[in-house]
């Protein structure tokens, strides 16, 4: 009796993992030259994905990460869910993407896409022209997790370097090593690993996809939220700046646990004064921000333990639904 093999979708958007280098020892040039191999093309380089699953690709962009923002996500997220919504026979989708906005990408998606099924976004460090590329195997973890029916109802993975993470927890931490992708202290999921198995060990607590009430359908835009990164002797003119241009939130990067320069913290609360929902968010890369009485007297918002830039995202959907000050604060502490 042969077994149908699983059905995955691949869907290209360009990054180094489809980079077109000028030789075998660059590791640099070739993203800003900008030329990248189709989906099609990278597939060809890995026919050891034919005894995985029954591959069907698509190239959504083919560009580097840097250039990806709002209108990608929303294309991406109505795709993959028109790919998987419904009686869909696929078992999964791939998404490769560049790894510099690799985490933003993921959590959009993380929050958006309505389906238990494995999605995957996968990158490389190295392009496929470079000698020890990283992208080969990639992709072929990507496919082999998305073939995977135990890696569903985790929200989006990433998988870089066999490692397997959650799109929430998962960062670039390192510009150039190819174990870049860091779970910031909470720890990677699983491994796509050696023996061709894939295996988990933890799942997320935080509600995603199916169990958020974000739904984006038909969208083409989001609302504006800017981030203002603070220093010390930072004096809140930039932050003046970007109230200034009437956002529709803003996100604060401050130190440790939720501190601020005073001039600083004082800009923000102008910024809430105008009603623009304010995040406190932080520079460490781990751990909570907290609110205190007085800051929340004074009608700021805490990330919990969103990176600034994912603390972005969650502002931007939470406010598609409301922007009501609890409601805000509530999303905080539960996607
Ligand atoms: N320039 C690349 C990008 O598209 C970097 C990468 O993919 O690693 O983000």
Do not use: C
Not at 214 to 226: K, M, Q, T, W, Y
Not at 307 to 331: C, E, H, Y
């Amino acid at each position: 009796m042969t077994t149908a093999k699983p059905q995955v979708h691949v869907i290209g958007t360009g990054g180094s993992i489809a980079g077109i280098g000028p030789d075998r020892l660059d590791y640099i040039l070739y993203s800003e030259i900008g030329d990248h191999l189709t989906i099609r093309q990278s597939l060809e380089r890995v026919p050891e994905i034919d005894g995985i699953a029954s591959v069907t690709s698509e190239d959504l962009v083919s560009v580097g990460s840097t250039a990806i923002g709002p209108s990608e996500w929303l294309a991406l997220s109505g795709r993959i869910n028109g790919l998987l919504g419904g009686d869909s026979a696929l078992s999964g989708v791939a998404v490769t993407h560049g790894t510099a906005t690799l985490e933003e990408t993921s959590y959009f998606l993380h929050l958006t896409v309505k389906t238990d099924k494995p999605v995957v976004v996968t990158g490389a460090m190295r392009p496929p022209t470079a000698i020890s590329t990283d992208a080969d195997l990639n992709l072929l973890d990507a496919v082999r997790i998305a073939a995977t029916p135990h890696a569903g109802g985790m929200g989006v993975l990433t998988v870089l370097n066999n490692e397997i993470h959650s799109a929430r927890d998962v960062s670039k931490a390192n510009t150039f090593r190819v174990e870049t992708f860091r779970p910031n202290e909470l720890g990677f999921l699983g491994y796509a690993d050696s023996d061709g198995q894939v295996v988990f060990y933890r799942a997320p607590l935080r509600k995603h996809t199916t169990a958020t009430p974000f739904d984006v359908a038909g969208r083409d835009s989001l609302p504006r939220v800017e981030i203002v990164y603070s220093y010390a002797g930072a004096d809140g003119a930039l932050l003046d700046a970007a109230r200034q241009m009437r956002p529709d939130g803003l996100v604060v990067a401050g130190f440790g646990g939720g501190t601020f320069p005073p001039d600083f913290l004082a800009a923000a609360g102008r910024a809430v004064d105008d009603g623009i929902p304010v995040v406190l968010a932080s520079r460490s890369t781990a751990g909570r921000v907290v609110n205190t009485p007085r800051k929340e007297q004074q009608g700021f918002l805490v990330s919990d333990n969103l990176l600034p830039q994912k603390a972005r995202i969650l502002l931007m959907l939470a406010l598609t639904v409301g922007n009501d000050r609890q409601w805000l604060q509530q999303a905080f502490l539960e996607y």
